[in-house]
């Protein structure tokens, strides 16, 4: 059975490294629209520029754009099948509103569980400071909290842990700012619907995903 998850919460909260983890073991895609914009980089298209230089001051990318590049990778097999985990989409009420026509028409479903993992600017802030990423398998560490064996070098792959050039602290705060104005309103738009689920965040990673792991499941079983 597919099942359509939205996972929403701050720059920070865990939403890239709690998908990978719960995608691994639900068996659920997961999308994660600002990984889909950062692979637009190796094109030399005067979209995939315009889409590099708003990420780089931490504005949001247009919203046509977002639900095109979003459509693109929901309409594949996998989706249709499984479903998906939706990582930073939708951050705008417009977004949210395309998602709802998107899965009613594509699939005839509508997102099942909202989960939200949220975290103060302070925390935030801290953890993205230390965020390290594999720039071949995507996966996410920190110099502290979830470090790799070796330092700098990738686990699984062995190649060199980058930092995220939008992850400079004055251009997180305004990737929060724009959380609290935009996004944070989703919130009220999921409770009203019924399917919202808060986490805790502010927790060990591994003591939050068999919380998420259980929101899901529960949802998905109706
Ligand atoms: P995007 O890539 O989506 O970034 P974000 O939403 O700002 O979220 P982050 O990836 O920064 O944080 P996260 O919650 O995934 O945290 P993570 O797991 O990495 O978007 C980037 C840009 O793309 C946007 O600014 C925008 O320009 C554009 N964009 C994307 N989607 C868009 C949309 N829909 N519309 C318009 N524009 C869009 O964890 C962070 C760090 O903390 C890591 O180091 C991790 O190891 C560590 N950590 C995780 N959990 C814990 C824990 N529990 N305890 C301690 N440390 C932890």
Redesign the pocket.
Known sequence: MATYVVLL???????????ELISAELGIPHI????L??AMKTQDTPLARR?QA??AT??????AT?VEV?KERLVQPDCRERGALL??????QP?AEALDRLLAEEFGAQVDVAVL?DVSEEEAVR??S????CPECHR????E??PPRQPGICDDDGAELIQ?P??RPEV?KE?YR??LDKTAPLIDYYRQKGVLREVD?????E??TPDLVKAIRAYAAG
Do not use: E
Not at 9 to 19: E, H, I, L, S
Not at 32 to 35: C, H, N, Q
Not at 87 to 92: A, H, I, L, S, V
Not at 130 to 133: A, E, K, N, T
């Open positions: 919460g701050p720059p920070g909260a865990g939403k890239g490294t709690q998908a994660s629209t600002g990984d914009f950062r889409v708003i990420m931490g504005a949001l990318v247009d919203d977002t979003l990582d930073g989409f939708p951050r705008t977004q993992l953890r993205i230390g965020r390290r990423v996410i560490y920190h110099v909290d979830n995220r939008d992850d997180v990737r724009l959380y965040a502010c927790r060990p990673i003591m939050i």
